[in-house]
């Protein structure tokens, strides 16, 4: 199984940049995905990692390290529409399953 | 549609009453995954859908709680004599694979509330 532990919220100003981080202890990993999630909406996809290293993908970027069990989602150039939740989850070996954290809530302010 | 389609979008149930989700996933889709989220958490896996089999049901957290996809496409929840710590958001989800690095669309969820 999965133990995925993620900070419960942060506040930053807008055009601010904001790091949010993901741990997690799994028995055989295949690959990370974060996600948004506004209040009352449904996650959207934001990236996925697989290999140790930084994606990036415009104003987002993740990093991985699968030796430290260890991801990390930068979100750059704040904007208010930023205010979310953000989630990581975790896939294993053999199973096709999303298996995600507790979220990250972000607030923007001006 | 073009997305994960769920109704209905809210559900209020009498404690004891049996309740029915469903799921229109996107056109093709092979996978299917159902998810409960409480607020302020993140989803909490209940099972998981290949075509019309149920490969995973180890999320489902009592004999109460029954999915089925029949045909591979439109699943259902089903969730019988209701408590009141049922009440949460249901989301399901689909990916066009079963391989791990395809992203899973949400649909907007069921919010179920039991009084």
């Known amino acids: 199984g999965q133990n995925i532990d993620q900070p419960t919220e942060m506040t930053a100003t807008e055009g601010a940049i904001v790091q949010i981080n993901c741990t997690y202890q799994?028995?055989?990993?295949?690959?990370l995905f974060w996600y948004q999630q506004h209040a009352g909406e449904a996650p959207t996809f934001l990236s996925y990692?697989?290999?140790?290293g930084l994606e990036e993908k415009g104003r987002f970027s993740s990093f991985l390290s699968r030796s430290k069990g260890y991801s990390y989602l930068l979100l750059k150039e704040l904007q208010m529409k930023d205010s979310a939740s953000y989630l990581c989850?975790?896939?294993?070996?053999?199973?096709?399953?999303?298996?995600f954290g507790k979220g990250n809530q972000v607030v923007v302010i001006p | 549609g073009a997305g994960v389609s769920q109704s209905p979008r809210y559900k209020v149930a009498k404690r004891g009453q049996d309740v029915a989700l469903r799921c229109d996933p996107i056109?093709?889709?092979?996978?299917l995954f159902w998810y409960q989220q409480a607020l302020g958490q993140g989803p909490e896996f209940l099972t998981y859908f290949q075509n019309e089999a149920q490969l995973d049901k180890s999320g489902l957290p009592s004999d109460r709680f029954f999915a089925e996809r029949p045909e591979g496409s439109v699943s259902t929840l089903k969730i019988q004599r209701t408590q009141q710590e049922d009440s949460a958001v249901y989301l399901c989800?689909?990916?066009?694979?079963?391989?791990?690095?395809?992203?899973?669309?949400f649909g907007q969820g069921t919010r179920l509330t039991v009084v």
């Open positions: 799994t028995s055989g990993f295949n690959g």
């Open positions: 056109s093709g889709h092979v996978s």
């Open positions: 989800a689909s990916r066009p694979g079963t391989g791990s690095n395809t992203e899973a669309f």
């Open positions: 990692n697989v290999l140790d």
């Open positions: 989850a975790v896939v294993e070996y053999g199973n096709n399953r999303l298996a």
